[in-house]
């Protein structure tokens, strides 16, 4: 849920100048997050390359976590594209690998975007940062909710299945998709390339959420 910014750090109403400046602002830090680590960002060095000055920063942001913190709710705000996928209906009965795909497309899209920045929050979030956990958990959880909803509607009657099975296995989903799109691209492609590896995480995301597993189907095998 991004934050509503309406004045400044001195109390003052941000006009349509103000607020272009200070996206202008975070824009620089995005483009220094690109070349550089986070750890090095300065005040100074996205003034510098906002071509404003350091004055100015601190008029719109407390300091370097504060832009961040931002921007991380920006790029929480983009993953609304894969909530409106996950929120469309799905047939248990159809292997909708084109639903799949979609979802895999839009989580994807906002990694793609956003890379830096989310590896950042999720750097802060296991260093014990309460703010960016928050953050972390409510892009989690929602996914993880809807992931596990389609699951259970795909149960068979008397598997077993339950809700927190399934909030399991869509978990294991969430977090390997994470894993995925935070890998360093050129990484990726060293190896079976990202093509490859996303169309394995939409077959199995289609086949956990067509024809979930249960734990009657595991007792069954041994």
């Not at 389609?150 to 099975?165: D, L, P, Q, R």
């Not at 935070?182 to 086949?207: C, F, H, N, S, Y």
């Amino acid at each position: 849920m991004r934050t509503v910014v309406t004045t400044n750090n001195h109390g003052q109403s941000l006009g349509r100048k103000g607020l272009q400046t200070r996206k202008r602002l975070m824009d620089a830090a995005c483009k220094l997050l690109k070349s550089g680590s986070p750890v090095e960002l300065t005040a100074v060095s996205i003034a510098k390359k906002a071509k404003s000055s350091s004055a100015t920063f601190y008029l719109y942001f407390s300091d370097v976590r504060d832009i961040l913190l931002a921007l991380t709710e920006e790029a929480e705000s983009d993953m609304q594209a894969v909530h409106a996928v996950l929120d469309e209906p799905w047939d248990p009965k159809v292997l909708d690998v084109e639903h799949s795909r979609r979802v895999v497309d839009a989580f994807a899209s906002v990694w793609d975007k956003h890379r830096e920045v989310l590896r950042y929050r999720n750097l802060e979030a296991d260093r014990g940062d309460p703010v960016f956990e928050s953050i972390r958990l409510r892009t989690f959880i929602r996914i993880v909710n809807r992931f596990a909803e389609h699951i259970v509607a795909g149960y068979k009657e008397g598997s077993g299945g339950t809700k927190k099975t399934a909030l399991a296995d869509a978990s294991v989903l969430v977090a390997a998709m994470e894993r995925l799109a935070a890998t360093e691209p050129k990484a990726v492609e060293k190896g079976l390339g990202a093509d490859a590896m996303w169309d394995a995480m939409t077959r199995i995301i289609a086949q956990t959420l067509s024809f979930p597993a249960s734990p009657a189907d595991f007792a069954k095998k041994k």
